[in-house]
């Protein structure tokens, strides 16, 4: 129960197998949601990446979804195909829980009135709107560009967490994500990839009547004090048509899509950009992982 708790607290940790055909250990995500096939005697030949596989997995999502978010998106390191890789310079599996994200459906809602924010696709994804109060109507959110060769997108994913946190999520999860894809014979570039990375605005792109409010977000870092809201980093409202020649207003690919983490929690659950401890809590959590880190130690030692 205190190894359960202490995992819980400071993340999850894997021990180191010692077999050398798998020096990441078995793929540490498998689930019900969605298959898994592994060739852990996967190398990749070649010089010039810092990344040195040794182990390949791939995650085929069911029938009624379309993207998968968590494999790594680095193209620096030539991983881009949305397979999950053992990492042997470091014994790690490089990426996050792999989650499958359904079909956009523009009746499909999730919505906190008390920020005026509401994501429209899915339950967890889709893209962000705002609440005018001048016009009382719902607009998108626009002038949001995404740099798809970045392979960290830091900056841009914490439009995300501030976004999501509005909603009621624990965090931001995705602004790109792995597209299914069927490529046959009759592609001008045939690949074998099973999956193709898209960043979300791009794949999504909803479309508006141009009577709807415009909100135009500001080209800085999102806004992270304690209760800031995505209403913060609004620069300007556009309402009626767009400006000729102001793509930031009028080009859909430019609208703030993401995907949150877990589930919507309740009304009580804090909804600002940062949540922060008291001193208190953070020396418990602080003990808590030493023991924890502790007890990893002793568990590796008996191990071996």
Known sequence: MLIALLVLLCGSTTVTSSDSSRPCGDFPWPSDDYTVDCDYDFTRPGPGYDVTPHGRCEITCPGHTELLAGPPCDGNQGLTDGAYYCNMANATWLGTTPVCLGYYNNVTMVTDESNGIRLVGGTSYGCVELFD??????????????DNFNPTDDTQMEWAHLACRNLRFSAGLATKAYIKRDWTADDSWPLTDH????????????????????????????????GATLHDAVDRVVRGPCPDGDRD??????????ACEGEQQDEQSTSGAISTLSPVMTSAIMYACALHSVAMFL??????
């Open 249 to 258: 207003c009028s080009d859909e690919a430019f609208s703030l899509c993401l």
């Open 133 to 146: 109060n001048v016009t009382q109507q719902w607009g998108p959110v626009r002038g949001w560009v995404l």
């Open 195 to 226: 999956y193709e990375l898209y960043p979300l605005q791009y794949h999504y792109e909803p479309r508006y009547p141009h009577t709807v409010p415009k909100f135009v977000v500001a080209k800085s870092p999102a806004p992270q004090w304690e």
């Open 299 to 304: 568990i590796a030692t008996a191990v071996a």
